[in-house]
């Protein structure tokens, strides 16, 4: 059975979009890069890839975060699919020859993101609304993407939400693989930069009843499209 490899940075795993996966008949190979735990030598047996979030910065010089772009970008070239979400799409963005700022804000709560006109006629993006508002928590952004790349989507302080480079690659700031559980947990994690983005924890708590539910029908149609139309199934097809 093909693997997709995760890379995950915290104790937060890939929520909704790893249960999404699992039930399309994917297999997950979940990696902690951070800790040691290593970036694979070669693609054999790969599928594809995603890397998750995590209180990291895409541009820091540790060995780890070198190795695992090196490893996305060979992906992306081999034509494999490649998901990266918040830290984990600025990891692919620097990957491909992108560039990564820190905000003079953060981003935090349900922003409303729009999607781009390219976007509403993505596979990827079929069926998600053109103006929503997904879960986002980022002190970091992509300022500038790959080459080649086509925006999919972008809120007032964030123009680069979501991303496509080639075919089968895709970087999303915001957490759409987060369900309620998890959203609280990454705001557990995060209590600075709350702080700095000046939103209170009890204006997110309000923002969660407002739009958790019809977020959550909007992520999992949209991991439901990844898992149909980013990853093939070549675990099934005994590639």
Same mark, same amino acid.
């Given at each position: 059975m093909a693997n997709i490899i995760v890379f995950q940075h915290s104790d937060i795993g890939p929520g909704r979009l790893g249960r999404t996966l699992r039930d399309h008949g994917f297999h997950l190979d979940i990696r902690r890069p951070d800790l040691d735990d290593g970036?694979?030598? +070669?693609? +054999?047996?790969?599928? =594809?890839?995603?890397? $998750?979030?995590?209180a990291h910065s895409a541009n820091d010089s540790q060995a780890w975060i070198r190795e695992e772009q090196r490893f996305l970008r060979k992906a992306h070239?081999?034509?494999? @699919?490649?998901?990266?979400?918040?830290?984990?799409?600025?990891?692919?963005?620097?990957? $491909?020859?992108?560039?990564? *700022?820190?905000?003079?804000?953060? %981003?935090v709560g349900f922003e409303e993101v729009h999607l781009s006109v390219p976007a509403q006629t993505e596979t990827i993006t079929a069926g998600i609304p053109w103006t929503h508002c997904p879960f986002s928590i980022h002190g970091e952004m992509v300022s500038e993407p790959p080459e080649g790349a086509m925006v999919l989507a972008g809120s007032d302080a964030c123009k680069v939400q979501a991303f496509k480079v =080639?075919?089968?690659t895709f970087g999303f700031q915001f957490h759409f693989e987060a369900d309620r559980e998890m959203i609280g947990r990454l705001l557990d994690a995060e209590p600075e930069m709350i702080e700095r983005s000046g939103v209170?924890? %009890?204006?997110? *708590? @309000?923002?969660? *009843?407002?739009?958790?539910?019809?977020?959550?029908?909007?992520?999992?149609?949209?991991?439901?499209?990844? @898992?149909?139309? =980013?990853?093939?199934?070549? +675990? $099934?097809? =005994?590639?």
């Amino acid at each position: 059975m093909a693997n997709i490899i995760v890379f995950q940075h915290s104790d937060i795993g890939p929520g909704r979009l790893g249960r999404t996966l699992r039930d399309h008949g994917f297999h997950l190979d979940i990696r902690r890069p951070d800790l040691d735990d290593g970036v694979p030598g +070669d693609l +054999d047996n790969v599928a =594809g890839v995603i890397a $998750l979030g995590g209180a990291h910065s895409a541009n820091d010089s540790q060995a780890w975060i070198r190795e695992e772009q090196r490893f996305l970008r060979k992906a992306h070239e081999a034509g494999l @699919a490649v998901v990266g979400i918040c830290f984990g799409s600025q990891m692919l963005a620097r990957a $491909l020859g992108g560039s990564v *700022e820190r905000m003079a804000t953060p %981003e935090v709560g349900f922003e409303e993101v729009h999607l781009s006109v390219p976007a509403q006629t993505e596979t990827i993006t079929a069926g998600i609304p053109w103006t929503h508002c997904p879960f986002s928590i980022h002190g970091e952004m992509v300022s500038e993407p790959p080459e080649g790349a086509m925006v999919l989507a972008g809120s007032d302080a964030c123009k680069v939400q979501a991303f496509k480079v =080639g075919h089968r690659t895709f970087g999303f700031q915001f957490h759409f693989e987060a369900d309620r559980e998890m959203i609280g947990r990454l705001l557990d994690a995060e209590p600075e930069m709350i702080e700095r983005s000046g939103v209170t924890r %009890e204006e997110i *708590e @309000a923002q969660i *009843e407002e739009h958790e539910g019809r977020s959550a029908t909007i992520a999992d149609r949209l991991c439901v499209n990844i @898992a149909s139309f =980013g990853f093939a199934y070549t +675990d $099934l097809l =005994g590639v």
